[in-house]
């Protein structure tokens, strides 16, 4: 195998007349796509602002899929795929360079069953577009990232965990949601195979490592024309209980989310009346309006009706939420970062914990989401960056709360989730791209297997 430039020339030529091809060479096309929003983290920005694809390819077909992964298993060439680019650990960047494949262009809904409302669509829909055709047959989708406007249903799959609907839904790889997957392999002669569910998880939040994921099938849910509520509370238990009351009461709720006040100063005007308080952004079904009215009552606390969802408009309470809260705060002060974690039951004492040790350079950012079935809170923390000690000392102080981290600053697949290799994801890595040439560098596991 000759040098990587040598590889790059070769790939190219094989490529340069392959139908519904397109390939790019720009140096402003090669540094555009070779980013995602990995500058949430100083540690990542450090680590990724310099890496570059060598070649950036976008096919229009699933033919053009697999003429690209020949030509890269044959000449040795590292091929990561990407959807929107919107990750935020890096996890489309080419770490090895080689090729960036867009699947901008592969976005055909092909079925939606209308007895199940399951869908087979292809990974490079925009949620948006995909939620918008589910909602012409009275359905939508069950979970959603704050960014699903522009994000690609196949990286929210390969890249995501869950958002918007986790309160009900739970996190993407929880079973029920991913039902089957159409995968292309990396090799010289490329398999194209249709994945039940049970053998679709292994390339579930595998940062495209495993497999080119062509077409995805996903249950729904039926459509609801949610309501947004604001509802701010003077004193942060209250509010951190009002929360829960709503997530355990007999209400339809898509969206909980707790916003500190001092995080609140930094969101847009549209976020609703100015207040001194803590404010629960809720979206809920109508029918729970007054019942919401009733549990905020018991606290004292003031609902603001924000009115129905308009899904036209890029400023609804959806883009308040999730890592949205993190990019306002950052829009105002970049100095900010963030972490993620599940918050140890009871919540208060450990929230108390890590006030009283870590002051205002940790502002609360909730959000309420069902694991295993249970009602639990998320939270993803706006921390004051002042060095990595510092945050490394933070993580601790965290887990020794009794939190479960999932790690924002670290590149690998299981580094950012519970930490330990999954043998499955492993084994379809094997299968599908037995070269190693998907995305190098992300997953651990395939890395430490000798
Ligand atoms: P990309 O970033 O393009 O790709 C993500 C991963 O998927 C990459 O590893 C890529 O290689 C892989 N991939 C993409 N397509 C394929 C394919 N066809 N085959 C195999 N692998 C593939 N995430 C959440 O989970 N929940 C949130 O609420 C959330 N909120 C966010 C808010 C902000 C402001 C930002 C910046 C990010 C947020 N994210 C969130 C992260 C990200 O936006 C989502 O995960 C999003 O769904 C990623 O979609 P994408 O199309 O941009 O994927």
């Not at 012409?136 to 522009?150: A, E, K």
């Not at 679709?200 to 996903?218: D, F, K, P, R, V």
């Not at 009461?249 to 930094?266: F, I, K, Q």
């Not at 970062?337 to 609360?364: C, I, K, N, V």
Request: charged fraction near 20%; hydrophobic fraction near 40%.
């Amino acid at each position: 195998m000759g040098s990587p430039l040598n590889r790059i020339d070769a790939l190219r030529q094989d490529l340069s007349d392959v139908p519904g091809l397109v390939l790019m060479e720009d140096p402003g096309d090669l540094i555009r796509f070779s980013k995602d929003a990995f500058e949430y983290s100083p540690v990542l920005k450090e680590r990724l602002d310099g890496c570059r694809a060598d070649l950036v390819a976008r096919p229009a077909h699933v033919e053009a899929v697999e003429r690209l992964a020949a030509a890269c298993a044959v000449h040795g060439v590292p091929l990561t795929v990407r959807g929107s680019g919107t990750g935020n650990y890096g996890q489309c960047v080419p770490l090895e360079g080689g090729v960036v494949m867009l699947t901008g262009s592969l976005r055909t809904v092909r079925n939606l069953d209308p007895r199940t409302g399951v869908v087979t669509v292809e990974p490079g829909c925009p949620m948006r577009d995909l939620d918008q055709h589910l909602r012409r047959h009275g359905r939508q989708l069950r979970l959603l990232p704050s960014t699903w406007r522009s994000a690609s249903i196949g990286g929210f799959i390969a890249g995501g965990s869950g958002g918007i609907g986790s309160v009900r839904w739970g996190f993407l790889r929880d079973p029920g949601h991913l039902l089957g997957l159409e995968v292309v392999s990396v090799e010289e002669s490329p398999e194209r195979l249709l994945l039940p569910a049970t053998e679709a998880e292994a390339l579930n939040h595998a940062y495209g490592t495993n497999g080119i994921i062509t077409a995805l099938q996903l249950s729904t849910a039926a459509a609801v024309d949610w309501h947004q509520l604001a509802v701010d509370c003077g004193h942060w238990s209250d509010a951190v209980a009002l929360m829960l009351a709503c997530g355990r009461a007999a209400v339809d709720l898509h969206l909980a989310t707790l916003l500190e006040r001092s995080v609140l100063e930094h969101l847009p005007a549209w976020s609703g009346p100015t207040t001194d308080r803590h404010r629960l952004l809720l979206l809920v079904a109508p029918d729970a309006v007054e019942s919401v009215h009733r549990l905020a009552a018991t606290v004292a606390a003031q609902v603001n009706d924000l009115g129905p969802e308009d899904l036209g408009s890029g400023n609804s309470v959806r883009e308040l939420t999730w890592n949205h809260t993190t990019l306002h705060v950052r829009a105002a002060q970049p100095g900010w970062t963030y972490l993620q974690m599940l918050l140890p039951q009871p919540e208060q004492p450990a929230l108390d914990a890590l006030r009283a040790r870590w002051g205002d350079d940790l502002l609360w950012h909730l959000e309420a989401v069902r694991q295993q079935g249970a009602l639990r809170l998320a939270a993803l923390p706006l921390v004051r960056w002042t060095g990595l000690d510092r945050l490394n000392a933070l993580m601790q102080d965290c887990r020794d709360v009794g939190a479960v981290l999932f790690n924002p600053h670290v590149l690998t697949v299981e580094d950012g989730g519970l930490g330990v290799v999954d043998g499955d994801q492993v084994a379809a890595k094997q299968r599908f791209d037995p070269a190693g040439l998907l995305n190098p560098g992300k997953l651990r596991g395939w890395l430490e297997r000798h």
